[in-house]
C-alpha cells in the first residue's frame, strides 16, 4: 500500500521546455490535488480534482494544465516551463465531499529547477 | 472559503507546551478545522481534527472554542524532533474541496 506516489522525485528543464507531473493514489479517494511550495514559503492550491472527471483551478492555476486520466491518476502538465515555476509540487488525496471532513494525505513532492 | 491566520514562527525550549492559536472568522457550519505537520524536504502530514470543543490523540490537543473562530494546537512537553512548520486548515465543504492553506507556523524546539 504505498498511498500517494508522485514521479519524478526530481527533474530539471530549461527555460520553454514542458514536462507532466505525475501523481497516483491506491486510496481509492474521490479527491486530487496539487500543491506548489516555494523555498520558505507555504503551499498555494494550483488545482484540483473533486471527483473523476472534474477539475478547477485553484489559486495559482496560471501556466499549468491537469488531467484526471481515472480515479487513480492526476497528472499535472507544464507546456513552457518558466524560472518562475521552481518549485516542489505535492499531489494529495482527500476522501472527498459527503464523507465529513477533509483529511489530506499528501506524496514525497517532486522537485522541479527551471533554469 | 474559511480564510486562517497563524503566527508566522514560535520559538521553545525542549520538555515545555507549545501552543498555536489559528484565527478563521468565516468558518462554516459544516467545516471542520485539521492541523497539518510538516518536516523539511516532505509533504505535511495529519495531526489531528476537530469540529467543537476539545480533541486529544497521542500527539496532540485541539481546543475549539464555542464560537470556533478559532483553534489552539496544543503540544505537550515537545522535543527537538517537534521542530516543524504547522498548519492550520478549515474544510471548504461550502466550495467544494478547494482546500487552501495558509502560512504555517514555524516551531523551532530549543535544546
Known amino acids: 500500500n504505498a498511498g500517494v506516489t508522485q514521479t519524478p522525485k526530481f527533474q530539471v528543464l530549461k527555460t520553454g521546455q514542458s514536462m507532466t507531473l505525475q501523481c497516483a493514489q491506491d486510496?481509492?479517494?474521490?479527491?486530487m490535488y496539487w500543491y506548489r511550495q516555494d523555498p520558505g514559503m507555504g503551499l498555494r492550491l494550483i488545482y484540483y480534482?473533486?471527483?473523476?472527471?472534474?477539475?478547477d483551478k485553484g489559486e495559482v492555476p496560471n501556466g499549468y494544465n491537469v488531467s484526471r486520466l481515472n480515479k487513480r491518476e492526476f497528472s499535472l502538465r507544464l507546456e513552457s516551463a518558466a524560472p518562475s515555476q521552481t518549485s516542489v509540487y505535492f499531489c494529495?488525496?482527500?476522501?472527498?465531499?459527503?464523507?465529513?471532513?477533509?483529511?489530506?494525505?499528501f506524496g514525497a513532492g517532486s522537485r522541479l529547477t527551471v533554469l | 472559503l474559511a480564510k486562517t491566520t497563524q503566527p508566522i514562527s514560535m520559538d521553545s525550549y525542549e520538555g515545555q507546551e507549545v501552543n498555536i492559536t489559528c484565527s478563521h472568522n468565516?468558518?462554516?457550519?459544516?467545516?471542520?478545522i485539521t492541523w497539518y505537520q510538516q518536516f523539511p524536504s516532505q509533504g505535511p502530514r495529519f495531526i489531528i481534527q476537530?469540529?467543537?470543543t476539545k480533541v486529544t490523540n497521542e500527539v496532540a490537543s485541539l481546543f475549539i472554542p464555542a464560537d470556533r473562530k478559532s483553534s489552539t494546537l496544543s503540544l505537550p512537553r515537545v522535543s527537538l524532533s517537534d521542530t516543524a512548520v504547522y498548519y492550520c486548515?478549515?474544510?471548504?465543504?461550502?466550495?467544494?474541496?478547494?482546500?487552501?492553506f495558509g502560512g504555517g507556523t514555524r516551531v523551532l524546539v530549543k535544546p
Open positions: 486510496m481509492n479517494h474521490n479527491s
Open positions: 494529495a488525496t482527500d476522501r472527498g465531499l459527503g464523507s465529513g471532513a477533509n483529511v489530506l494525505t
Open positions: 486548515l478549515v474544510g471548504a465543504k461550502a466550495a467544494g474541496n478547494k482546500l487552501t
Open positions: 480534482s473533486a471527483s473523476e472527471g472534474t477539475t
Open positions: 468565516n468558518i462554516a457550519t459544516n467545516d471542520y
Open positions: 476537530g469540529y467543537k
